[in-house]
């Protein structure tokens, strides 16, 4: 039974084989027939309509109205635009700047080749790959791959590269923190040809070391940062728009070219009352106004919003560029420490903060407020959406609770900086310690760097760190230890008692 069987089957590839090479010479004379009608370069009319169409759906996405020509276009407006009234709230801002935070950014491919591939077959994620392993080496790994390990592409014939220390798969482009993920599908995922672009969406205040050291973690990830800020502070009084400056002062010249501006000029309704629908507002209007400002957005293009004490690490996010097959919403587990990396704190903090565009729009309606919330499997795009990215949409996180998949560094700023977070924060984080004067003084501040403690007088329990340890701190930090020492060691610590042998040597 089973040879006949296979006798079937075979005449059935064989007819297969038959009928594709009919339909394949009916392509070929099709087109050299069309070209010759109409003499233009067919290839490439052929290729690019599915691209104009994406680019086309995602652009102006909220500021046009039902105006919309194509079909799709206005399906995808039924799935994606706002109801209510907060969308009609939103008015760019006019003069005096009208040229930063009016600006438009547009989105490319980036070919840069980040894969290699080898005489043998294999496509090596460069970074990831020893490519200084010999070649019979090579030949070992080819021979070692048991079919069994391999469920990637099981059907196919994988050659695994020699990885460096710290990368993964067949490929070496997985991270550890993504290896160590709980990352159901990360035996099946596949590089892409084109990277996706990512753009990284945060609020801005004061953090501004935070924010040199994100801007360097992760400057070749991310294509656009989009960078809010407002002349008002969350608490409502109004703030100058230092990060302004700095752009036009050239601080953030090495960056320039990849920030996009947000200017919010608003205070919303109500936020003087309730501090959370300010620091809600926030996350809105950064998406909806920086998102309408970006063209050529396409639907697998990954979105990432954090606060401005969140910095992903790189290779997480480099990940979610390179590869396709992960599902979403995508969290990072981050490293949590107080006014620096020195006050680690137990555990991880898991923040959904990545998504597709396509996710974004259709289950978000376009503001990442939404996404950082735990709720998306209750908001009402998201079955259809599932469905129609044919898998089951399960989140999962970068990092686990034992690697970090970022850092989050709360209260991370000089006692100054910390002073300014207090008088300036939203009338909703009860108690509000700002409102109290002693705690406000720069001396009781600097106590509380001192010991940990925090503004209710408690002192929490810490872990010991070291910054040699694995993930202390954001590379940029690191590399300019002297520059940022006051966030990576408490500044304030006791010094040991000198020892009578210390005076006299010093004497
Ligand atoms: C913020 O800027 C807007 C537009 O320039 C202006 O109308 C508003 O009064 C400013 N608010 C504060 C608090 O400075
Ligand atoms: C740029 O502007 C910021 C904010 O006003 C200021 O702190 C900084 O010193 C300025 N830098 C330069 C190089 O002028
Ligand atoms: C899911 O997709 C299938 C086929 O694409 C369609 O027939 C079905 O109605 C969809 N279901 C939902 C709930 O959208």
């Not at 069987?5 to 339909?23: E, G, I, P, Q, T």
């Not at 008002?232 to 700095?246: E, N």
């Not at 998306?376 to 996180?397: C, D, H, K, Q, V």
Request: charged share 25%; glycine share 6%.
């Amino acid at each position: 039974m089973g040879r006949s069987h296979l006798a079937v089957r075979m005449r059935m590839r064989r007819h297969k084989v038959f009928l594709l090479c009919v339909l394949g010479i009916c392509v070929v004379s099709f087109l050299h027939y069309y070209k010759a009608l109409h003499s233009i370069p067919l290839l490439q009319e052929l290729s690019s309509p599915s691209n104009l169409k994406t680019l086309k759906m995602f652009s102006d996405i909220f500021w046009n109205g039902p105006a919309a020509d194509s079909h799709s276009q206005q399906d995808f407006h039924r799935h994606s635009r706002l109801k209510g009234n907060v969308d009609s709230n939103v008015i760019l801002p006019g003069p005096p700047d009208r040229k930063l935070h009016e600006r438009t950014f547009i989105l490319h491919d980036d070919h840069t080749p980040l894969f290699i591939h080898t005489e043998s077959g294999a496509v090596c994620f460069k970074e990831g790959t020893d490519l200084t392993a010999s070649a019979s080496q090579r030949r070992l790994l080819h021979k070692e791959i048991n079919p069994e390990d391999e469920e990637v592409n099981a059907d196919k014939k994988v050659v695994r590269c020699p990885c460096r220390q710290g990368w993964h798969g067949p490929h070496c482009g997985i991270p550890t923190i993504v290896y160590h993920s709980n990352l159901p599908s990360k035996s099946k995922v596949t590089p892409r040809k084109v990277p996706r672009r990512v753009i990284n969406a945060i609020n801005i205040n004061h953090e501004f070391d935070l924010l040199h050291a994100r801007f360097h973690e992760l400057a070749d990830a991310v294509d656009v940062f989009l960078i809010c800020e407002s002349n008002f502070t969350a608490y409502g009084d109004s703030r100058p728009l230092l990060f302004r400056q700095m752009i036009l002062n050239g601080t953030f010249n090495y960056i320039q070219h990849k920030i996009l501006y947000i200017f919010l000029d608003h205070f919303p309704n109500g936020g003087r009352m309730d501090g959370w629908i300010a620091d809600d507002y926030l996350r809105t209007y950064l998406t909806k106004n920086g998102m309408s400002r970006l063209k050529g957005l396409k639907a697998d293009d990954v979105f990432v919003i954090n606060d401005a004490d969140e910095i992903p690490a790189r290779d997480g996010i480099l990940f979610l560029k390179l590869f396709d097959g992960w599902t979403e919403p995508v969290g990072i587990h981050m490293r949590k420490s107080l006014y620096g990396f020195y006050w680690r704190q137990f555990g991880t903090l898991n923040v959904l903060s990545a998504c597709t565009a396509a996710m974004l729009f259709k289950v978000y309606k376009g503001d990442g407020i939404f996404l950082r919330r735990r709720t998306y499997y209750s908001m009402s795009g998201f079955r259809e959406y599932e469905n129609s990215t044919g898998r089951i949409l399960i989140p999962w996180a970068i990092g686990s609770p034992v690697h970090y998949g970022g850092w989050h560094c709360s209260w991370c700023f000089k006692p100054e900086g910390i002073h300014y977070k207090l008088i300036s924060a939203q009338n909703g984080d009860f108690p509000r310690w700002g409102d109290y004067n002693e705690k406000r003084k720069i001396s009781y501040i600097k106590d509380l760097i001192r010991t940990g403690g925090w503004f209710d007088g408690s002192i929490p329990e810490y872990p010991p760190t070291d910054p040699k340890e694995h993930m202390y701190a954001p590379k940029y930090f690191m590399d300019n230890y002297k520059k940022y020492h006051y966030l990576l060691e408490n500044p304030y610590a006791r010094e040991k008692p000198v020892s009578n042998e210390q005076l006299k040597n010093f004497k």
